[in-house]
């Protein structure tokens, strides 16, 4: 019985190490961004968050509007 767990138990740990070097190794893969193209991405996401944000918030506010001078 203790055989048949001991088994199990060797199996699970191999398909552990196997996903470990399988991630490591798609890691050493990847093209990471240097430091400068780093930065121009994240103004580029905050500008449009605030462009998103703004339409939003017009929209919104027009909505709003108009839902009162449609129930007053």
């Given at each position: 019985?203790?055989?048949k767990i001991e088994k199990v138990k060797t199996k699970k740990e191999?398909?552990?190490a196997r996903w470990w070097h399988e991630t490591?190794?798609?890691l050493r893969?990847?093209?990471w961004p240097t430091r400068k193209e780093a930065?121009?991405?994240t103004k580029?996401?905050?500008l449009v968050m605030?462009?998103?944000g703004s339409l939003l918030a017009i929209l919104d506010s027009?909505?709003?509007k108009l839902i009162s001078f449609i129930l007053s």
């Open positions: 019985m203790s055989n191999k398909g552990i490591t190794g798609e893969k990847v093209t930065w121009q991405m580029i996401v905050l605030l462009l998103i027009g909505f709003t």
